[in-house]
């Protein structure tokens, strides 16, 4: 009775790895022959803005290197968290993939509902590019400088309006900043997207934003808007007559912006590897690289471990800074 009894456990017990060795032999296949369909990469946010131009200028060159058309795919809302969500529940299979921006690290600390967390439902595939903002006015605000900016504003608490591409996004959280330093009181007008709050400020609904230099640069060089400082510690490749932040009146002020390559958490070491070289030679593309770094951006090309670390610590950076402004979670 025990020999029998064993025999069906051995019995079980091989049935169990002859299925793990086909689930694993098909997987591996599966990773092998990727793709061999379209893949879909996800923006999280309006046409128009940083995250939309930056996936459509890496889309092309990708469709191009992976052999299968690399689609772009607009999913607006929610401070971005409906194409986050929509992607950290798709199927881990490298056809759907999210071009994660600065507020993957920024959410946790502004929503007390968050629909996935940013490293444990996605694998990061590579951080694409690094850009700062660009403080912006109308050109019928009467200032052109940051130093007139703060002195119009002090002598008008409350009463200026700035746009942003949604609570919590970059552009918010940089002007947070920039209000925190000079101790200024604005109000804050939210949209979905940059690509709609750069519209309005066109427009002349609003008189300020801190846009990123994709969305507002070609509007600086038409006149449309009026450039007043960069976030970032240095001066934009692209825009190198722009003064700084900190250089024009606000010392220490820093933010920067970016932008990357995320798959649904479980999705084959074999394909993020797939994605990541093929995405980091696009990125080394001279003519890539020349078009970002003309825009005021740069090509990045990280690791999905060096990637990783990034997110865990602006996580953490910016979970400080929300605290720091009162920033209340909704």
């Not at 689609?71 to 881990?92: F, H, K, L, Q, S």
């Not at 700062?132 to 119009?152: D, G, Q, Y």
């Not at 190198?240 to 220490?252: L, N, Q, R, S």
């Not at 933010?255 to 990541?276: D, E, N």
């Amino acid at each position: 009775m025990a020999v029998v009894e064993e025999a069906k456990v051995n019995l079980k017990f091989r049935i169990v790895m002859l299925f793990a060795v086909f689930i694993a032999g098909t997987v591996t296949a599966a990773a092998q022959n990727y793709p061999v369909r379209p893949v879909r990469m996800v923006v999280p946010s309006s046409p128009g803005g940083g995250t939309d131009i930056s996936a459509r200028i890496i889309a092309p060159k990708l469709s191009e290197y992976l052999g299968q058309q690399v689609v772009v795919d607009n999913r607006p809302g929610a401070g971005t968290m409906i194409g986050g969500e929509a992607v950290a529940r798709a199927a881990p299979d490298g056809y759907t993939l999210l071009m994660g921006i600065s507020t993957l690290a920024i959410n946790p600390a502004i929503y007390r509902k968050v629909p996935y967390d940013a490293l444990r439902d996605f694998a990061p595939v590579s951080q694409a590019v690094a850009l700062p903002n660009v403080l912006v006015a109308h050109p019928s605000l009467p200032v052109k400088t940051v130093k007139e900016l703060i002195a119009f504003a002090k002598a008008r608490p409350g009463q200026l309006n700035f746009a942003s591409a949604g609570l919590g996004t970059s552009p918010h959280l940089s002007m947070e900043l920039f209000l925190a330093m000079t101790k200024l009181k604005m109000v804050h007008v939210p949209y979905k997207g940059s690509g709609p709050g750069v519209v309005d400020l066109v427009a002349g609904h609003v008189p300020l934003m801190m846009p990123n230099m994709l969305s507002a640069l070609p509007h600086i060089k038409t006149g449309r808007l009026r450039a007043l400082g960069v976030t970032s510690a240095r001066r934009a490749a692209g825009a190198p007559d722009i003064p700084t932040i900190a250089e024009a009146g606000v010392p220490g002020y820093e933010a920067v912006q970016w932008y990357g390559v995320l798959a649904p958490a479980g999705t084959p070491r074999a394909i993020v590897t797939r994605l990541h070289d093929q995405i980091v030679r696009v990125l080394q593309q001279p003519d890539i690289r020349q078009r970002f770094s003309t825009d005021g951006a740069e090509a990045v090309g990280s690791s999905p471990e060096e990637f990783t670390a990034f997110i865990r610590a602006e996580t953490a950076k910016w979970a400080q800074v929300i605290k720091d402004a009162g920033i209340r979670p909704e």
